[in-house]
């Protein structure tokens, strides 16, 4: 079955960059488009960014377009966040989500089970 | 495109029907996605473009809508659905979420 697994997450001092993984399993994974939404603790659910199957296209959400980057790596069915000038408002577990096709965004079919992102002095 | 939910809580008694609402700030279409999020665990897609209930999702949730007005309903309460929901839109490429309404069960 699908199995998304996260990792990289940590305590980072605010300014700083970390970079998350995302490694997938149980689908052809180079046939589709990927995700990271993040939860802020206590807080609700917001997407962060998407790649496209071929990594081809990349889109932000407002409030990290310009320090996020999306990548992947077809061959390691791996997805990537590069996370610079961190924020305390980026605290949060970040999720890796699958969606159903190979560009268009249309929704979240599986998770992973998240990182999570303390970024602190 | 701004996702607002209602209620933001409700605590129901098992057996009772759960009604959440979601409206989106301009009409999406049937573009809304509902997701169920219990304690400590990922969220999981429990109904896609409004009303189509998603592989192996209980009958008893359902969705309806469409345009800027969309309803979550959930029959015949079960503990196990004590959880928040979430809807999420996907009609423009600036994706959004609704902020959330949480189920207690009484």
């Known amino acids: 079955q699908v199995q998304l697994v996260e990792s990289g997450g940590g305590v980072v001092q605010p300014g700083r960059s970390l970079r998350l993984s995302c490694a997938a399993s149980?689908?052809?994974?180079?046939?589709?488009?990927i995700h990271w939404v993040r939860q802020a603790p206590g807080k609700g659910l917001e997407w962060v960014a998407v790649?496209?199957?071929?990594?081809?296209?990349?889109n932000y959400a407002d409030s990290v377009r310009g320090r996020f980057t999306i990548s992947r790596d077809n061959f390691k069915n791996t997805v990537f966040l590069q996370m610079n000038s961190l924020r305390a408002e980026d605290t949060a577990v970040y999720y890796c989500a699958k969606d159903v096709t190979a560009t268009t965004p249309v929704y979240f079919e599986s998770w992973g089970q998240g990182t999570l992102v303390t970024v602190s002095s | 495109i701004v996702l607002t939910q209602s209620p933001d809580f409700q605590s129901v008694t098992p057996k009772e029907k759960v009604t959440i609402t979601c409206r989106a700030s301009q009409s999406i279409g049937r573009s809304l996605h509902w997701y169920q999020q219990k304690p400590d665990q990922s969220p999981k897609l429990i109904i896609k473009?409004?009303?189509q209930p998603f592989s192996g999702v209980p009958s008893r949730f359902s969705g309806s809508g469409s345009g800027t007005d969309f309803t979550l309903t959930i029959n015949n309460l079960e503990a196990e659905d004590a959880a928040t929901y979430y809807c999420?839109?996907?009609?423009?490429?600036?994706?959004?979420f609704g902020g959330g309404t949480k189920v207690e069960i009484k």
């Open positions: 473009y409004a009303s």
């Open positions: 149980g689908f052809i994974f180079s046939n589709y488009a």
């Open positions: 790649i496209s199957y071929d990594g081809s296209d990349e």
């Open positions: 999420h839109q996907s009609s423009s490429l600036s994706l959004t």
